[in-house]
């Protein structure tokens, strides 16, 4: 149906459901269709020629907005913590508290720097933040379509703006659900407004945001884009769901993760630095094959 679901990076559970779903919502219109996605390593590449592209938080850290010292306490965290993201021997119980010290820890460094706010658009400029290949359609699509893109990252959402605004995409039909920065009135860093968003409590943050889902009621079928599991709850704020199809790009510890991605997701892209499938299936549910 599909020819890109053919593609060797794609592995399915069970290739008949993801048949039906989509026959379901092509049946049911691309004006009931909305896109909800995770950024960083899911609409962001995880390497590029053989090495590790940025996460939001990495473009800070990695910029001259951040001193020697905090650079090497922020990768000192990185370090310990990103092994328990990827661990898939541990339970997210064991995880969750060790990921929320990891932002805390993290937030609490980055708000010492006395970041500037005009500041931000030249650390993503001269980052190696890079949108994966066919984002530019991706969006595009999405946008000539009237498609809701909700991003939904535990993320910076001032950094991601800012890639996706560079990028030329961030057109009217996307919204961000993620960490903001607070400014005081000098236009510095003074700390992260409202509840902390991490990997493991997306399911509380889209249940809060149950606003930004109200206004989409009519649309109750989704695209669910992800590259972590925790990255599977965001659709929990839309009510009267009637398809979800998950697709979820299994980048790090492929061994180790393939079956429970293989379990969680309905499309796992193994190592998959494109957004072609995505594409693909965009394509096929607006009818514009
Ligand atoms: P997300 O992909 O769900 O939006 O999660 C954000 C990613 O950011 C997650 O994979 C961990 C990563 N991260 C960093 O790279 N550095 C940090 O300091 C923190 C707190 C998170
Ligand atoms: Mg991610």
Avoid at 48 to 58: E, L, V
Avoid at 64 to 72: E, N, P, R, V
Avoid at 80 to 103: F, G, H, N, Q
Avoid at 220 to 237: R, T
Wanted: proline share 3%; charged share 25%.
């Amino acid at each position: 149906m599909i020819l890109e679901l053919s593609n060797p990076s794609v592995c399915m559970k069970d290739p008949d459901r993801v048949q039906e779903v989509l026959q379901s919502m092509v049946k049911a219109g691309s004006n009931t269709l909305q896109v909800i996605s995770d950024f960083d390593m899911t609409l962001t590449r995880f390497e590029f020629n053989g090495k590790r592209c940025p996460t939001c938080h990495n473009i800070l850290d990695n910029s001259i907005l951040i001193s020697a010292d905090c650079k090497q306490k922020l990768k000192g965290l990185l370090d310990t913590y990103y092994p328990i993201e990827i661990d898939s021997s541990r339970s997210v119980e064991e995880k969750l508290p060790l990921m929320v010290e990891w932002w805390t820890k993290a937030h609490e460094l980055l708000v010492e720097q006395k970041i500037r706010k005009d500041r931000l658009s030249v650390a993503v400029r001269e980052s190696d933040a890079m949108l994966r290949e066919g984002y530019q359609l991706f969006f595009d699509h999405l946008h000539q379509h009237s498609i809701p893109l909700l991003i939904f990252s535990a993320g910076i959402g001032d950094i991601l703006e800012e890639v996706i605004r560079q990028a030329g995409v961030f057109h009217p039909n996307v919204n961000v659900f993620s960490n903001y920065m607070d400014f005081d009135e000098s236009g510095v860093l003074t700390a992260f407004k409202g509840e902390l968003i991490h990997i493991y409590n997306k399911r509380e943050g889209a249940l809060l945001n149950t606003g930004h889902f109200q206004e989409l009621r009519t649309r109750p079928n989704v695209l669910l884009m992800g590259d972590s599991l925790g990255d599977l709850n965001m659709a929990d704020g839309v009510q009267d769901m009637e398809n979800i199809l998950k697709v979820g790009f299994l980048n790090d510890k492929v061994e180790e993760r393939k079956q429970s991605y293989l379990d969680a997701y309905d499309i796992v892209l193994i190592k998959d630095e494109t957004l072609e499938v995505p594409n693909a299936l965009l394509h096929y549910l607006t009818g514009s094959q």
